[in-house]
């Protein structure tokens, strides 16, 4: 992964990954004598949240929860070792950006299964629309970075809806319904983030043609 330009505006997740160098930096470099690669780790990363998901659909919510709890700093090994590595690439950035869109639907597959398993409609209808939110938030930020169009907005980016799914999965335990409470936050604000987004790129896409 490319590390952003100073003059390019910097999202949360951009921002988290330049405040947590002191933490990322050692363990890449470590990796590095390892000789392991960057997009190994990326798949490693994959194969986690996979198990996150497998214990979600059974119900196992706080081990889910712990599990991507430690998983989640495995999402931004890949490009701290490759910026090590110097190995940054586009190539690179792309397996990246597949496997997150992956993890994320096999985590909400996860929820899909376990309310389908229980008969639950609510839990399916928002286990769904929080996966069509999700993905669609990094759909239109791809599709306006194609463009050169500025969408690098969002109240809900990816780090921010692991912030609201990690503490929601451990806690569950306290009530049953907190892992539902959490789908529907996810659902109903990745969606709103889309929307910021597809204005932002509305308004850039208006005041570039406006000065043409």
């Given at each position: 992964?490319?590390?952003?330009?100073?003059?390019?505006?910097?999202?949360?997740?951009?921002?988290?990954?330049?405040?947590?160098?002191?933490?990322?930096?050692?363990?890449?470099?470590?990796?590095?004598?390892?000789?392991?690669?960057?997009?190994?780790?990326?798949?490693?990363?994959?194969?986690?949240?996979?198990?996150?998901?497998?214990?979600?659909?059974?119900?196992?919510?706080?081990?889910?929860?712990?599990?991507?709890?430690?998983?989640?700093?495995?999402?931004?090994?890949?490009?701290a070792?490759?910026?090590?590595?110097?190995?940054?690439?586009?190539?690179?950035?792309?397996?990246?950006?597949?496997?997150?869109?992956?993890?994320?639907?096999?985590?909400?597959?996860?929820?899909?299964?376990?309310?389908?398993?229980?008969a639950?409609?609510?839990?399916v209808?928002?286990?769904?629309?929080?996966?069509?939110?999700?993905?669609?938030?990094?759909?239109?930020?791809?599709?306006?970075?194609?463009?050169?169009?500025?969408?690098?907005?969002?109240?809900?980016?990816?780090?921010?809806?692991?912030?609201?799914?990690?503490?929601?999965?451990?806690?569950?335990?306290?009530?049953?319904?907190?892992?539902?409470?959490i789908?529907?936050?996810i659902?109903?604000?990745?969606?709103?983030?889309?929307?910021?987004?597809?204005?932002?790129?509305?308004?850039?896409?208006?005041?570039?043609?406006?000065?043409?």
């Open positions: 992964m490319n590390q952003p330009s100073e003059n390019k505006k910097m999202s949360f997740t951009d921002k988290m990954r330049v405040w947590f160098r002191w933490y990322l930096n050692p363990i890449a470099g470590f990796l590095n004598r390892l000789g392991i690669r960057p997009n190994t780790v990326t798949l490693f990363g994959l194969m986690g949240t996979i198990g996150v998901a497998v214990l979600i659909a059974f119900g196992q919510m706080t081990w889910a929860g712990i599990l991507l709890l430690v998983m989640g700093p495995v999402d931004a090994m890949d490009g070792l490759a910026r090590l590595r110097n190995e940054a690439s586009a190539w690179g950035a792309f397996v990246d950006a597949v496997t997150d869109r992956y993890s994320e639907l096999f985590l909400f597959l996860g929820f899909l299964l376990y309310y389908m398993a229980h639950n409609a609510l839990g209808i928002f286990a769904y629309l929080a996966a069509a939110g999700s993905v669609l938030v990094s759909y239109v930020k791809a599709r306006a970075d194609a463009s050169k169009l500025d969408a690098n907005v969002g109240l809900l980016t990816r780090v921010e809806r692991y912030v609201v799914l990690i503490p929601g999965l451990i806690f569950s335990f306290l009530t049953p319904v907190l892992p539902l409470a789908l529907v936050i659902a109903v604000l990745a969606n709103f983030t889309a929307l910021q987004r597809i204005f932002s790129v509305r308004r850039d896409a208006h005041r570039r043609l406006s000065k043409s």
